[in-house]
């Protein structure tokens, strides 16, 4: 397969060997969307860069979603574009689905985990919005004092190492 375009930060079209047209949506992973400035122009730029038009291709297919696109893993030169883009802070995990690469699920994670450390690319923002989020409407989400957090944290009962508390209040992906 050889890439024709890219659509965003997780979304490319190819041409198969008989000459068609496919696209292909990112498995596994979650680039900002495009409105999210400027992490999903920041995102779809890489994912430029990584996959040039012409760039021949290896696709290991998921499924097919809702839209009809095929969901897969993309690979050039036997690495892994999809994870390329985690490790980079291009794209979150995409937890929802991770099921599809079962095999290496692993490695998506601490990809995820080490460019939060070292906040890169879409993690280098005080407050981020999950792509996911963003598209369900939640685009303002602002996150609380931590004070409120902490008495709401109280009021639970539940203990929270210090060092994890910011990582704990702004993630939603426990909402």
Known sequence: MTVVSVGDGDTLRVRNQQGQS????LGCVDA??????PWGQQSKARLQEL????????????ERDRYKRLVAEVFVNNRS??????????AAVYRQYLKGCNSTQEKYLQ?????????LGFWNQSQPVMPWD???????IQPTSVQSQQQQCDQLCWAVTP??????LYSTEFA
């Open 111 to 119: 990809a995820e985990a080490d460019a939060q450390v070292q906040r």
């Open 51 to 62: 996959l040039p038009v012409g760039q021949s291709v290896q696709v290991r297919q998921i």
């Open 22 to 25: 496919v696209t292909i949506r």
């Open 32 to 37: 900002p969307e495009m409105k999210q400035n």
């Open 81 to 90: 574009v999809n994870l390329t883009m985690v490790q980079e802070g291009q």
């Open 134 to 140: 963003f598209r369900r409407g939640k685009k303002d």
């Open 163 to 168: 060092s994890l508390l910011p990582r704990f």
